[in-house]
């Protein structure tokens, strides 16, 4: 039965153009040509990648984070031994009623609970220390696969030429650089896959998830359907902007608010330009539009423009996020990514707010303004 769905499977209609065969993309004359058994070694690179994030993170952008200011810190809250009996078997988020019963058993008042619960939520959720190493991770590998990209592809005709994109397909000979830009990219995609469930879980998890396996889907699509020159310049396209949006990402959790703002910006301009601009009319068109004057649309012409029109979806998804991001910078001049599900920023703001009107309050108390300058008899209440 195995064998029946794999004959199936590996149909020529279903991914080589009418009228060739896969003993015609057979290594001949010193000429290579992909093979999807290839991809299998994209899995154990995988879990070398996530070695080597390991000790990257521990030697490399640990003692950065510690240079720009970044320790990692256990926030203390007092002990409780009711409310934490609550946490562990019960609800981490209580509901009103039970924060009302909780109250009085602890004698506490209802916002003292409040804060208890989301001080004892905060414990549980990685500190800035990792959502730093994660940036400064995805930072360094997107740096390196981008420069390597562009040294693999500078001298390429088909990089400025696209109709040289589909001169001779599919037979095209496959190169040491293109197997090696192929395999890293989707081993990172792997590794970042198999990492989910340990790095930071935003709200846009499963657009996390669908992104990746997307990638990955229409990474191994092209391979084996021989996509690989257009392949090729979709990974530029989309690494090139990656890159400052997580050094973006690595100066905000140092609280470098203005370095972090220009590269933001920076980051928008690129992504804006190299996903709704070269994406679509560069990319899409070369391979919706040029490959209608070589061949007939045939079953893999169709999918992989499918799914390449899967993931400008999800760059307007990401737009959105990037457009809100923008706005709120421009009208409170600091980015916060507003795809995180950490209260900890909530707290601090809390506090600080509590402090400010405590301090009002101990100054009106000595007849102080809040500027510590005294207040005239009679005024207070102005």
């Known amino acids: 039965m195995f064998q029946t769905f794999k004959e199936w499977f590996w149909m020529e ?15 001949h004359d010193g000429l290579v040509f992909v093979k999807a058994s290839h991809l299998y070694m994209t899995i154990p690179y995988a879990f070398i990648l996530m070695i080597i994030r390991h000790f990257f993170e521990k030697f490399v952008a640990t003692p950065l984070a510690n240079a720009v200011g970044i320790q990692k810190t256990v926030q203390k809250i007092k002990p409780n031994t009711i409310l934490e009996n ?11 009623t039970d924060i009302y019963g909780l109250a009085k058993k602890c004698n506490l008042t209802e916002r003292q609970v409040e804060r208890w619960f989301r001080s004892r939520r905060n414990q549980e959720k990685s500190c800035r220390m990792k959502k730093f190493q994660e940036s400064c991770w995805r930072f360094t590998f997107y740096l390196m696969i981008t420069v390597a990209g562009i040294v693999f592809l500078y001298d390429k005709p088909w990089t ?27 081993s990172f995609y792997w590794s970042l896959l198999f990492s989910l469930g340990s790095d930071i879980k935003r709200k846009d998890f499963l657009a996390n998830v669908i992104h990746h396996l997307a990638a990955l889907s229409l990474m191994s699509f092209s391979w084996c359907a021989n996509y690989i020159r257009s392949g090729t310049l979709v ?10 949006l997580e050094s973006a990402k690595m100066f905000s959790y140092a609280g470098w608010k203005n370095t972090c703002n220009t590269l933001f910006f920076i980051f928008s301009v690129v992504f804006f330009i190299s996903r709704f601009i070269i ?13 209608l004057h070589y061949l007939e ?19 307007l998804y ?29 707290e601090e703001e809390e506090e600080e707010e509590e402090g400010t009107k405590g301090k009002e309050t101990e100054y009106l108390k000595n007849s102080l303004g809040a500027d510590r300058h005294l207040i005239p008899n009679g005024q207070h209440g102005r």
């Open 235 to 244: 990974m530029i396209v989309h690494d090139v902007s990656d890159i400052w």
């Open 86 to 96: 609550f946490f562990k078997h019960s609800a981490s988020k209580p509901s009103h």
């Open 13 to 27: 209609k279903f991914w080589l153009p009418p009228t060739i065969k896969w003993s015609d993309l057979e290594d």
């Open 318 to 346: 990401w737009g959105y996020f990037i457009l809100k991001m923008l706005s709120r910078c421009i009208f409170t001049k600091s980015i916060r990514d507003v795809r995180s599900d950490d209260e900890e920023e909530e």
């Open 297 to 315: 649309p045939f079953f893999s012409y169709i999918f992989l423009n499918l799914q390449l029109m899967i993931l400008q979806g999800l760059h």
């Open 160 to 186: 400025y030429d696209l109709w040289e994109v589909w001169d001779g397909y599919p037979k095209q000979p496959l190169l040491p650089s293109q197997y090696w830009y192929y395999i890293l990219e989707m």
């Open 279 to 291: 994406f679509p009319f560069w990319i899409l068109y070369c391979t919706l539009i040029l490959p």
